[in-house]
């Protein structure tokens, strides 16, 4: 089965500084993946996506993930951190079992981006 | 204002009831979709529907069932038989066949407790 891992259950950061989120994943053939971001009490936002091209792929807020084919990863990057990127952050991948229809989410990371 | 629109935003079950959460969508989107989300336990997936009149089993449907009978519409019953039911429920919509493949948008959520 297709999955993602995030194995972090927080990250902490100061505002203004470099944020990361990571997130590893397996699947058998090409992978697409995605990463959503969810603010209390609400549902998930889509940031940014990586189908095919360029390793790196730049999303809505500043977001960008880098594609990395050989540590089979997709971290989640941000240059300059705000307090208002405290949420919760879930990496997905495209199940290919089930076609094109269904998406496996991983746990999800808390951020939490200290003033 | 097009979007999905959950409601209720917070709801009670009495034991022993059966409860709808309601999910409408104006997106035009074919396929829809019903997480459970559990803290630390990211998104499950209850039931999908690609078309009107068609549904799948996700991987914890047990107690829960689903209808559509419109496009636009794919409300989702939580019966007597769900023992752990209080949770936070998305529901999520999806174009088939489109540019933006795979991507999913989310509702605000639906917060279901147990009295």
């Known amino acids: 089965a297709q999955s993602v891992a995030q194995p972090e259950d927080q990250v902490n950061v100061a505002e203004g500084n470099p944020l990361t989120v990571k997130c590893t994943y397996s699947v058998s053939g090409n992978p697409y993946l995605f990463w959503y971001v969810q603010y209390p009490n609400r549902g998930l936002q889509f940031l940014l996506k990586y189908i095919t091209g360029d390793n790196l792929v730049k999303g809505s807020y500043g977001f960008e993930a880098e594609f990395n084919k050989s540590q089979t990863s997709f971290h989640l990057k941000k240059p300059s951190a705000l307090v208002s990127d405290s949420a919760l952050y879930f990496c997905?991948?495209?199940?290919?079992?089930?076609?094109?229809?269904?998406?496996?989410f991983g746990k999800g990371n808390q951020v939490v981006v200290i003033p | 204002d097009g979007g999905i629109t959950q409601s209720p935003k917070y709801l009670f079950r009495k034991e022993g009831q059966n409860v709808t959460l309601s999910c409408e969508q104006n997106?035009?989107?074919?396929?829809m979709y019903w997480y459970r989300q559990d803290p630390g336990q990211g998104l499950r997936l209850i039931y999908y529907s690609q078309i009107v009149n068609d549904f799948q089993k996700g991987d914890i449907a047990e107690g829960y069932s689903v209808s559509r009978e419109k496009k636009e519409s794919f409300p989702l019953t939580v019966t007597s038989a769900q023992k752990n039911p209080t949770a936070f429920y998305l529901c999520?919509?999806?174009?088939?066949?489109?540019?933006?493949?795979?991507?999913?948008?989310f509702g605000a959520g639906t917060r279901l407790s147990v009295l």
């Open positions: 997106l035009n989107h074919d396929a």
């Open positions: 999520a919509s999806k174009r088939q066949g489109s540019a933006d493949v795979n991507i999913q948008y």
């Open positions: 997905a991948v495209r199940d290919i079992a089930w076609g094109n229809n269904r998406l496996a």
